[in-house]
């Protein structure tokens, strides 16, 4: 069995429907930002990753961290790229990779949207390709992250 479950077509519009309401996601290459809340949230400033040196491994390391510390064990969070297949997955179990050697949804927003989320939606990952931000939403996450010091600006 594999860790990323593809959504059913019916999970998947529900769950980006309520993405895009919760959020109000505004899809755009130059109109930022994609998203807006008024919850908790912590942008970072990825543009120093976008290098082919950058230590992709320590990003998915920080993001296993993240998303282990908002979660419980057997717990499954939602795996989203924009306009192409969702998934749910478990933190803990192996993640399996795609043909760049990344996970099935990447965590580095390289070319589309990547949001990671728990199921309540109160735990976002939102990873934007154009703007160059990883944004995180929600107090969990939020507090985790500062916790930890992941090493690029905010």
């Not at 976008?50 to 992709?56: K, L, M, R």
């Not at 790229?81 to 933190?91: A, E, Q, R, T, V």
Request: with cysteine; proline share 8%; net charge negative.
């Amino acid at each position: 069995m594999t860790n990323f479950q593809l959504l059913s077509e019916e999970e998947d519009e529900k769950v980006w429907k309520a993405f895009y309401n919760l959020f109000h996601f505004e899809p755009s290459i130059d109109q930022f930002p994609g998203i807006k809340t008024e919850r908790v949230h912590l942008k970072f400033d990825i543009k120093d990753c976008f290098s082919p040196n950058y230590p992709y491994d320590k990003l998915e390391e920080f993001a296993l961290d993240l998303f282990k510390n908002i979660s419980s064990p057997g717990e499954r969070l939602y795996s989203l790229d924009w306009h192409h297949p969702s998934y749910d997955f478990d933190p803990r179990k192996p993640m399996e990779r795609g043909e760049f050697d990344e996970w099935i949804v990447p965590i580095f927003p390289n070319g589309d949207y990547y949001i990671f989320l728990t199921k309540d939606f109160n735990n976002v990952w939102f990873g934007h390709p154009w703007e160059q931000t990883i944004t995180l939403i929600g107090d969990e996450i939020v507090e985790f992250a500062q916790k930890m010091q992941p090493g690029f600006p905010k």
